[in-house]
């Protein structure tokens, strides 16, 4: 994934940029690239950006059990994007290239490790934070099946 500054250095040649998954991973990109600056968002900030996530889902499918439900199938897939990424003020380089992964790592607070986490499990108890507790016999299995999350069990 690609900073504001590599974008700066290169945007004599650039006449189209498409963002992608980083919008998944960190979706205020567009203020960063718009502000040319790295923005340091708080576990706080993007546990907010969650509860956004959750309502306007609720707001969409409804808040009877298929809302619910739909809306915790796609907070999940989101949340299998969005653990990926590593806060400025931890990152001791940059990470620029779609195969270079930062190592795992533990937050500046409970919160903050708990979003970074790759393991289901994790991700549905954030997502009971909003939408309640799931069943016993839930099983998120993620949409983009790669290798950067752990199953459950």
């Given at each position: 994934?690609?900073?504001?500054?590599?974008?700066?250095?290169?945007?004599?040649?650039?006449?189209?940029l498409?963002?992608?998954?980083?919008a998944?991973?960190?979706?205020?990109?567009?203020?960063?690239?718009?502000?040319k600056?790295?923005?340091?968002?708080s576990a706080?900030?993007r546990?907010?950006?969650v509860?956004?996530?959750?309502?306007y889902g609720?707001?969409?499918?409804?808040s009877d059990?298929l809302?619910?439900?739909?809306t915790?199938?796609?907070?999940l897939?989101?949340?299998?994007?969005s653990?990926?990424?590593v806060?400025?003020?931890i990152?001791?380089?940059?990470?620029?290239?779609?195969?270079?992964?930062?190592?795992?790592y533990?937050?500046?607070s409970?919160?903050?490790?708990?979003?970074?986490?790759?393991q289901?499990?994790?991700?549905?108890k954030?997502?009971e934070?909003?939408?309640?507790?799931?069943?016993?016999?839930?099983?998120?299995?993620?949409k983009?099946?790669?290798?950067?999350?752990?199953?459950?069990?």
């Amino acid at each position: 994934m690609y900073n504001w500054r590599d974008i700066e250095k290169s945007s004599d040649s650039i006449s189209a940029l498409m963002v992608a998954r980083g919008a998944l991973i960190k979706p205020w990109i567009f203020t960063e690239i718009k502000e040319k600056r790295d923005c340091d968002i708080s576990a706080s900030e993007r546990l907010d950006l969650v509860k956004q996530f959750a309502h306007y889902g609720l707001d969409h499918w409804g808040s009877d059990q298929l809302g619910v439900d739909n809306t915790r199938h796609f907070l999940l897939n989101w949340l299998s994007f969005s653990h990926r990424y590593v806060p400025v003020g931890i990152l001791k380089t940059s990470y620029s290239k779609i195969n270079e992964r930062p190592p795992g790592y533990f937050g500046r607070s409970d919160l903050e490790t708990l979003l970074a986490s790759n393991q289901v499990s994790d991700w549905i108890k954030i997502s009971e934070m909003f939408l309640g507790p799931v069943p016993s016999n839930y099983d998120f299995i993620p949409k983009n099946n790669s290798n950067s999350y752990d199953a459950q069990g």
